[in-house]
């Protein structure tokens, strides 16, 4: 049994104010979540999720399944969970989305599914994302997690799939239920990608990543550990010496980007990446249990504006540090989910806004403050956004021992560079049809962050769903058989 459950017993809490018309989920009091790593929104009751779900208009040309990049069976699993049969509900999203409970926490429904909802045209849209994560932890808990499994005859044929992120898992699953046989190779020592090493565990808990990759694995789905292709292997050696038949490349774009500013060499910097692998990855929040080192910092100054930024903010607030998070722009440029600054203002975060920082304070190696500069908003530049103007004269120090810097990342080269005849983009990502995923490499597919840059789970996800289509018709598999379509019951 997981440490995540659905919630049971809770009392239903008061309208949000961010969404008053959603049946609220419960959630861990502010001042109490910003002292420990447990998931802040604690999950509806089966009363709550049925009441949400009866706000579903069971639209017949359901505008919410083409928002999500996997079209997931919206309308239908809200029915089935309305009717009262979650199990069969998170059993009809599994026949698109093998990482449900995954996609029902992280995924940015409010631009996605949600964005077209008709009753959000009037008030606020059916809470989509909630009911996926309750159908999904319902069906966890209840042991019938297996319920979907009906493994298929083998085709003979291998793939390769390297990373084991949302894009590789997914293309991995939808290839074995197919009946390739599929090794994914890893070069971390769990899986889950960024879901595993960037998302921190008050939000997405290592018990969902973990029963949801296990179900993946129950499909006959290989996963290698440890096995950093481009130098354990490179992709033509996977082909020409191992025998597989086919390759997807799914190595996301987890390089991280730095400030440039002067004193970034100093102890005491972090990348976002290097602080929340230490703390989510290899535990750190658990010490003493688990050894992993990461100083204890009073002050941290955070800068970015994005979800990476929110994490590492709440992530050194639960570390016992006092935040304050600095961002060039205003706070209606922020690319961070409303949920996630609203948590993090909620939580103590200090934001600095048209704040940048020009210089690392340094004393006997050690960063002692950030040195920032105010600014104001100027003309639109080329992104459309008004460009930030620093205001002569106005710098002053933020008192700090560390300053972790999350203004993104970028492709890692190491298999781009070790694969011959790959053709890339000037920025290192991999070109791939945007479609299928097929390369310049006959047989070697790609998709996720590794081809478009930092983008979401579900969009690696669906990079993923298209790519298996292809491998499979380039191995000339069996073509997975297409459901009769229901008789239609909506009513709008
Ligand atoms: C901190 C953070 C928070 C985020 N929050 C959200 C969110 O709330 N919602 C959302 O939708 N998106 C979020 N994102 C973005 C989202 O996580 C990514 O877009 C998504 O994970 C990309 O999936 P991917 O499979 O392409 O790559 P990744 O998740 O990066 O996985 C790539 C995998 O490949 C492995 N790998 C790399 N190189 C090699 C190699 N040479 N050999 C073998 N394996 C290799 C890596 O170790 C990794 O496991 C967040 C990103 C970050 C960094």
Same mark, same amino acid.
């Given at each position: 049994?997981?440490?995540?459950?659905?919630?049971?017993?809770?009392?239903?809490?008061?309208?949000?104010?961010?969404?008053?018309?959603?049946?609220?989920?419960?959630?861990?009091?502010?001042?109490?979540?910003?002292?420990?790593?447990?998931?802040?929104?604690?999950?509806?009751?089966?009363?709550?999720?049925?009441?949400?779900?009866?706000?579903?208009?069971?639209?017949?040309?359901?505008?919410?399944?083409?928002?999500?990049?996997?079209?997931?069976?919206?309308?239908?699993?809200?029915?089935?969970?309305?009717?009262?049969?979650?199990?069969?509900?998170?059993?009809?999203?599994?026949?698109?989305?093998?990482?449900?409970?995954?996609?029902?926490?992280?995924?940015?429904?409010?631009?996605?599914?949600?964005?077209?909802?008709?009753?959000?045209?009037?008030?606020?849209?059916?809470?989509?994302?909630?009911?996926?994560?309750?159908?999904?932890?319902?069906?966890?808990?209840?042991?019938?997690?297996?319920?979907?499994?009906?493994?298929?005859?083998?085709?003979?044929?291998?793939?390769?799939?390297?990373?084991?992120?949302?894009?590789?898992?997914?293309?991995?699953?939808?290839?074995?239920?197919?009946?390739?046989?599929?090794?994914?190779? @890893?070069? %971390?020592?769990?899986?889950?990608?960024?879901? $595993? *090493?960037?998302? =921190?565990? +008050?939000?997405? &808990?290592?018990?969902?990543?973990?029963?949801?990759?296990?179900?993946?694995?129950?499909?006959?789905?290989?996963?290698?550990?440890?096995?950093?292709?481009?130098?354990?292997?490179?992709?033509?050696?996977?082909?020409?010496?191992?025998?597989?038949?086919?390759?997807?490349?799914?190595?996301?774009?987890?390089?991280?980007?730095?400030?440039?500013?002067?004193?970034?060499?100093?102890?005491?910097?972090?990348?976002?990446? @290097?602080? %929340?692998?230490?703390?989510?990855?290899?535990? $750190? *929040?658990?010490? =003493?249990? +688990?050894?992993? &080192?990461?100083?204890?910092?009073?002050?941290?100054?955070?800068?970015?504006?994005?979800?990476?930024?929110?994490?590492?903010?709440?992530?050194?607030?639960?570390?016992?540090?006092?935040?304050?998070?600095?961002?060039?722009?205003?706070?209606?440029?922020?690319?961070?989910?409303?949920?996630?600054?609203?948590?993090?203002?909620?939580?103590?975060?200090?934001?600095?806004?048209?704040?940048?920082?020009?210089?690392?304070?340094?004393?006997?190696?050690?960063?002692?403050?950030?040195?920032?500069?105010?600014?104001?908003?100027?003309?639109?530049?080329?992104?459309?956004?008004?460009?930030?103007?620093?205001?002569?004269?106005?710098?002053?120090?933020?008192?700090?021992?560390?300053?972790?810097?999350?203004?993104?990342?970028?492709?890692?080269?190491?298999?781009?560079?070790?694969?011959?005849?790959?053709?890339?983009?000037?920025?290192?990502?991999?070109?791939?049809?945007?479609?299928?995923?097929?390369?310049?490499?006959?047989?070697?597919?790609?998709?996720?962050?590794?081809?478009?840059?930092?983008?979401?789970?579900?969009?690696?996800?669906?990079?993923?769903?298209?790519?298996?289509?292809?491998?499979?018709?380039?191995?000339?598999?069996?073509?997975?058989?297409?459901?009769?379509?229901?008789?239609?019951?909506?009513?709008?």
């Amino acid at each position: 049994m997981s440490d995540v459950s659905n919630n049971g017993g809770a009392a239903k809490p008061k309208p949000s104010k961010l969404n008053p018309n959603v049946v609220p989920m419960p959630e861990q009091d502010a001042k109490v979540r910003a002292g420990n790593f447990d998931e802040v929104p604690t999950g509806y009751t089966m009363e709550m999720a049925q009441e949400e779900a009866s706000r579903c208009l069971q639209c017949k040309n359901e505008p919410c399944r083409p928002g999500c990049p996997v079209e997931v069976p919206i309308k239908d699993f809200i029915g089935l969970l309305r009717d009262g049969d979650p199990i069969a509900a998170a059993n009809k999203i599994k026949e698109t989305n093998n990482l449900p409970a995954i996609c029902g926490r992280v995924c940015p429904q409010e631009e996605q599914c949600q964005a077209p909802c008709v009753v959000g045209k009037k008030g606020d849209p059916v809470s989509i994302g909630a009911l996926e994560r309750f159908v999904a932890d319902y069906q966890r808990d209840h042991g019938d997690h297996d319920a979907a499994i009906e493994l298929p005859e083998s085709t003979g044929k291998k793939v390769a799939i390297i990373g084991a992120g949302p894009a590789g898992l997914t293309a991995a699953a939808d290839l074995a239920m197919i009946g390739h046989s599929v090794t994914v190779y @890893e070069a %971390l020592h769990a899986p889950g990608g960024v879901l $595993a *090493y960037g998302i =921190p565990r +008050f939000r997405l &808990p290592q018990a969902v990543v973990d029963s949801e990759v296990e179900m993946i694995k129950k499909l006959g789905v290989n996963i290698e550990y440890n096995a950093v292709i481009g130098k354990l292997f490179t992709i033509d050696e996977l082909v020409d010496e191992l025998g597989f038949d086919a390759c997807f490349i799914g190595t996301g774009a987890g390089l991280p980007a730095f400030a440039n500013i002067p004193g970034e060499n100093l102890n005491g910097v972090y990348s976002a990446n @290097e602080l %929340l692998t230490r703390v989510n990855l290899m535990k $750190a *929040y658990q010490f =003493p249990e +688990f050894d992993t &080192p990461i100083k204890p910092h009073n002050k941290v100054v955070v800068l970015g504006a994005g979800n990476t930024a929110m994490d590492c903010a709440r992530t050194s607030l639960r570390l016992g540090a006092e935040v304050t998070l600095v961002y060039r722009r205003s706070e209606a440029e922020m690319t961070a989910r409303i949920d996630e600054l609203h948590h993090a203002k909620e939580e103590g975060v200090d934001f600095q806004l048209l704040t940048n920082p020009v210089e690392v304070i340094g004393e006997d190696g050690w960063v002692k403050a950030v040195k920032v500069q105010k600014m104001e908003l100027g003309e639109p530049d080329d992104s459309g956004r008004r460009r930030p103007v620093p205001i002569p004269d106005s710098e002053y120090e933020i008192e700090a021992d560390a300053f972790v810097v999350a203004i993104g990342t970028s492709v890692n080269p190491l298999v781009p560079n070790s694969t011959k005849n790959l053709d890339l983009n000037k920025w290192g990502y991999i070109l791939a049809d945007p479609s299928t995923g097929a390369t310049s490499k006959p047989g070697v597919y790609a998709g996720g962050d590794i081809v478009t840059g930092a983008a979401t789970v579900i969009t690696a996800m669906g990079a993923g769903k298209d790519a298996a289509v292809a491998i499979n018709r380039y191995l000339g598999g069996p073509e997975p058989e297409v459901a009769e379509p229901e008789e239609e019951v909506g009513t709008a």
